[in-house]
C-alpha cells in the first residue's frame, strides 16, 4: 500500500482520501450476513467533542497526538444484496488507551487521554465506504476490545453495533460478543487488525463492512 497513504498531515484525513481503501464494488448473488443489532451501552458521549471528524487522533489542529496503536479504520455501508449505500453517517466511539469513554461517568476519568477524540463522523458517497483514523481499541474490566457503531441516514436511526478485534483471547469472556448466537453475525462483526506493511511506526488495517437489513425499494 502506498507509503504517502499515510503521512501525518492531518489534512489527509478528509472524506475523499477515503476512496484509496476500499475494493471495487460489485454485485453479490445472494443476500449478505446483516451485521447483528447491539446493545449501546452507557458511553454514547453525553457532550459531543466540538471536533467531530473521521480522525480521532488529533483534536482540531492540536499538535500532540492521542496514546494508542495508529488505526486505519475502512469499510463499506451495504444493503442485503451488496449494494453501497450513499449519504449514511456513521458514528464510532470508543474508549482510549487509558480505558476512558468521552463520558461523564466513564471509568478511570482521572486518566482520561485529553488529546484522543473519541468520537467521530464520516457520510458515505456512492461507493458506501467510511474512514477513520483511530486507536486500536483495548479490553477495560468486563469487556473486550471493541469500537462502537452507530448508523444513520436521513435522520433516522438504522442500526447499532460494535466491532471486535478477531483472535482476542477477551472475546470468548465478553457476554455481549458471547450473545451473538449466530456464528456468521459473530464472525461478521470480529475481523483482522493487521499491521501495515512498510509502516515504520507499527500501524494497523481494519476492515469492518456493514450490512443492513434494506433493500433497494426501501432506500
Known sequence: MPAHLFSPSR??????????????????????????????GPFYPDKLPLDTDNDLLVINDTITPAVGDITHLTGRILDRTGNPLKNVVVEIWQCDANGAYLHSRTGNKEKQDRHFQGFGRFTTASDGGYYFRTIKPVPYPGRTPHIHFKIKRGGKHLLTTQ??????????RDG??????????????????????????????????????????ME
Do not use: M
Not at 466491532?163 to 470468548?172: D, F, R, S
Not at 456464528?183 to 512498510?198: A, L, W
Open 11 to 40: 489534512r489527509q484525513f478528509v472524506a475523499g482520501s477515503a476512496a484509496s481503501f476500499f475494493l471495487v464494488p460489485g454485485a453479490f448473488a445472494e443476500e449478505l450476513t446483516r451485521t447483528p443489532r447491539q446493545t449501546e
Open 163 to 172: 466491532c471486535y478485534i478477531k483472535g482476542h483471547p477477551g472475546n470468548a
Open 176 to 217: 455481549i460478543w458471547r450473545d451473538i448466537r449466530n456464528p456468521k453475525e459473530q464472525e461478521s462483526v470480529t475481523v483482522p487488525f493487521d499491521p501495515i506493511q512498510g509502516s515504520k511506526t507499527g500501524e494497523l488495517a481494519a476492515r469492518f463492512d456493514v450490512v443492513l437489513g434494506l433493500t433497494p425499494e
